[in-house]
């Protein structure tokens, strides 16, 4: 995924800038940046990986010797970022967030068009700011050269672009990743989580459009151009990838993730479908306020019979190998004996992809001496792997657990009846999910519904992304 934060003020922004970045660490583990601004010193850019130690660490001496009023900051899964680029609109620094499905086709168009070479990674990949920027100077200005890249480009693009005077920031044409912005006596800065900077003393003044592309500088905000109502906002962000304190489009994550549990005890309840267990468990984190809503919907109290080591690895889905990751996700959750030994439990998780760690995480429980073992998981079967974001994304949907089983039963065919697969009130859902119990070694399975999400996030589901569910663009 990854995330950026900036700011323009009549004061040095550097460490404003290096916090409120920070606050991103959650989306992305692989690259860190920061890039800023001073007539003295001019640009100054420094870029680290952060695999093997947080962005604040590597990041604490860069800030001492950085100086700018004008500054921008970025976490990323992917390539360096910000980078630097000179071109006929002048020399200015570019970070984005999001995912080009056809950088590839791009740069042989570019190519084909004159621009004579590009700089690449030691993986031989073009660096999507890179190519972002190329896109951009085939127009005469910044607003008809977004417009350009936006238009060009598939998948997803939001962007930042700092010059020695100003930070113009566009959000994505489908709005499928949020940017804010935050105002503050000295200046204003702008985030990707609203949270970031409401601890360094700003109050949320603007949420961009879809496709909408803003100027800012210290002295304010002005939309340059327009962005649109019509938008497709990823959902997973407030199932999964957002962090407890961040609101997206005015709705709260952890408050959403209480409302879905909620919603789907009830669900349990009204169908009959309520097992007898002595607790209901969190799969940490994202997880935890999923469950402690259907507790507190059920009446079944909540326990926490796996704690989460987070000094080292916040998440299990950050190391870019698989196995490395599998290994991940059995090492940092440390069970309580006293909570598992004879206990039926029921674990609410945020979703269910590959099914590997759930199954590992089953089987430990048993081993430690579980007696009943029952899942729910707080998004529909994930159908379709992700292909505007991060999540999700596999070179093949049949390492999707639930496109492996219906493949298994009706091959090519199967795909007519994905809508009936995700129902738990159709023969071919109590299929799926039987399946998936019997694999994943668990007592009862059930699935939030589409419709239950929608009601949770509390938007009108035309704004919702929800191809990885149904393939519906």
């Known amino acids: 995924m990854g995330g950026f934060f900036g700011a323009v003020s009549s004061n040095d922004c550097v460490q404003d800038v290096f916090f409120g970045t920070d606050y991103h660490s959650h989306l992305g583990t692989r690259r860190g940046g ?7 010193l001019g640009f100054q850019r420094n870029i680290h990986s952060i695999e093997n130690s947080p962005f604040r660490t590597k990041f604490e001496k860069d800030v001492e010797k950085m100086r700018g009023n004008i500054c921008i900051g970025c976490i990323s899964d992917t ?5 630097m680029v000179r071109s006929k609109l ?10 080009i499905t056809n950088a590839d086709e791009l740069t042989e168009e570019l190519i084909d068009k004159g621009c004579a070479n590009f700089e690449t990674m030691s993986s031989g990949n073009i660096n999507s700011g890179g190519l972002i920027g190329s896109l951009i100077a085939q127009k005469d200005s910044f607003v008809e050269g977004i417009r350009y890249a936006q238009q060009k480009i598939n998948g997803t693009m939001s962007l930042v672009i700092m010059t020695k005077d100003c930070i113009i920031a566009a959000r994505d044409k489908d709005g499928r990743l949020p940017i804010i912005i935050g105002k503050r006596s000295d200046g204003f800065c702008f985030s990707f989580e609203s949270f970031a900077f409401q601890k360094l003393g700003y109050q949320t003044c603007h949420e961009l459009k879809a496709g909408e592309i803003t100027k800012i500088t210290k ?9 649109t109502d019509e938008m497709k906002i990823c959902t997973f962000l407030w199932t999964y990838y957002g962090y407890p304190n961040a609101c997206y489009e005015g709705v709260n994550v952890e408050a959403m993730r209480l409302r879905n549990g909620e919603i789907m005890a009830e669900t349990d309840i009204k169908n009959g479908r309520l097992p007898d267990v002595d607790y209901v468990c969190g799969v940490p984190d994202s997880g935890i306020p999923h469950a402690i809503g259907y507790a507190n919907k059920s009446g079944i109290p909540f326990a926490r019979p796996f704690i989460k080591y987070t000094p080292t690895w916040p998440r299990s889905f950050m190391p870019q190998n698989q196995s490395m990751r599998n290994k991940v996700a059995k090492m940092k959750l440390i069970p309580v004996h006293e909570l598992i030994e004879g206990k039926k439990l029921l674990f609410v998780d945020d979703s269910i992809v590959r099914g590997t760690q759930m ?9 430690n001496g579980a007696k009943e073992v029952h899942m729910r998981s707080a998004c529909p079967p994930i159908m379709y792997g992700c292909k505007y974001l991060n999540f999700s994304r596999s070179t093949s949907e049949l390492e999707l657990i639930a496109r492996q089983i219906i493949d298994e039963k009706e091959g090519a065919e199967g795909g007519k009846y994905i809508e ?13 999910r039987d399946e998936i119990c019997r694999r994943l070694k668990l007592t009862s399975l059930e699935f939030q519904s589409f419709e239950g999400t929608v009601r949770a996030v509390g938007i009108d589901k035309c704004r919702l992304c929800s191809y990885c569910w149904n393939g519906r663009e």
């Open 359 to 367: 199954r590992e995480t089953v089987e430990f429980l048993y081993e």
């Open 34 to 40: 920061m890039t800023s601004y001073s007539p003295e």
């Open 420 to 432: 009936e697969y995700s129902n738990s009130n159709t023969e071919r859902g109590r299929i799926l």
């Open 90 to 99: 002048g020399l200015f620094a570019i970070c984005s967030i999001g995912i």
């Open 79 to 83: 390539d360096p970022q910000p980078i």
């Open 219 to 227: 002295d304010g905000y002005e939309i340059i151009s327009e962005g």
